[in-house]
């Protein structure tokens, strides 16, 4: 199993990535990017066996986000690293734009790790916050976890329907172990 120690420094370049790819993206407020960067760490830990960053992600109303984001966020904003600021978008409250002041520094990450990213933006370039947050709520991972809980990355291997064959098996599994 790989190291699993949150990397500080790669979410803030990861964040900083997803800026620079998503600065045309109206779209792209805290709450997307929160989807963002989890759908890129849970999806690449299902496809290419490890996640980017590791950081745990909790459960909000509005879906999943990086635990320590707030402090992450701090920093960065502190560093001189991010701008954050309140934009007005006809919505029940405005949207936190964030926008990269440097390009992000990518030496500690893989080709696939970034092709991976790139195509959870592109996926998601067409949603909105809002849309982003929903979609969030169909993953077992989101629907398992308490309100505040961490999402154990291990809930982007679990499928939200059994097969028949996977039905059969499980059957047959109880059976033989005398679970049933």
Do not use: C
């Not at 190291?3 to 500080?8: H, Q, S």
């Not at 405005?94 to 195509?119: C, H, I, K, N």
């Not at 809930?155 to 059994?162: E, F, G, H, I, V």
């Not at 097969?163 to 059976?175: H, K, V």
């Amino acid at each position: 199993m790989p190291a699993r120690a949150a990397d500080d420094r790669k979410l803030r370049e990861l964040i900083l990535y997803v800026l620079q790819r998503s600065q045309d993206d109206l779209h792209m407020g805290a709450t997307k990017l929160n989807k963002v960067l989890f759908r890129s760490d849970f999806g690449s830990y299902l496809h290419l066996g490890k996640a980017i960053t590791w950081h745990p992600y909790f459960k909000l109303a509005n879906g999943p986000a990086p635990r320590h984001l707030l402090e992450i966020r701090k920093g960065m904003v502190a560093d001189g690293l991010v701008r954050i600021t309140r934009v007005e978008i006809g919505a029940d409250k405005p949207m936190d734009r964030w926008q990269a002041l440097r390009a992000p520094d990518l030496a500690s990450f893989t080709r696939e790790e970034l092709a991976f990213v790139d195509g959870v933006i592109e996926a998601m370039s067409d949603q909105s916050g809002q849309r982003a947050a929903d979609d969030t709520h169909l993953m077992v991972g989101w629907r398992l976890a308490g309100m505040r809980q961490d999402i154990p990355y291990e809930t982007a291997l679990l499928a939200d329907r059994a097969s028949a064959i996977d039905i059969a098996r499980g059957r047959e599994l109880a059976r033989e172990n005398g679970w049933s």
